[in-house]
């Protein structure tokens, strides 16, 4: 069994800074790609970052410039490091993981449960 478990959310000012990890554990060859989704109260699930197994990253045109997403690939850990945090980045962060399990090799999907960034004064 392959879970995520992440860390890092709570209350911060707008301006500051805050960052979030994920780790995923158990039965896994390789993780390839990594992201961070967020759902704000009443909207959509939408991406926020995404880096490759070879650590390409993508990121949401509300959050270029200000986030970065990072990864260590021996801890199967990814990283959001959120700066100049605004008030509208206010949501629950989903990790999100693309995992090859070992031999016959099968691809997973999955999911962390979610923390909590409330950006407010």
């Known amino acids: 069994q392959v879970k995520l478990v992440e860390s890092g959310g709570g209350l911060v000012q707008p301006g500051g800074p805050l960052r979030l990890s994920c780790t995923a554990s158990?039965?896994?060859?390789?993780?390839?790609?990594l992201g961070w989704y967020r759902q704000a109260p009443g909207k959509e699930r939408e991406l926020v970052a995404l880096?490759?197994?070879?650590?390409?990253?993508n990121y949401a045109d509300s959050v270029k410039g200000r986030f970065t997403i990072s990864r260590d690939n021996a801890k199967n850990t990814v990283y959001l490091q959120m700066n100049v945090l605004k008030p509208d980045d206010t949501a629950v962060y989903y990790c999100?993981?693309?995992?090859?399990?070992?031999?016959?090799?099968?691809?997973?999907?999955?999911w962390g449960q979610g923390t909590l960034v409330t950006v407010s004064s």
């Open positions: 158990g039965n896994i060859f390789r993780c390839n790609n």
């Open positions: 880096i490759s197994d070879r650590g390409t990253t």
């Open positions: 999100n993981a693309d995992v090859i399990t070992p031999a016959p090799y099968r691809s997973l999907e999955i």
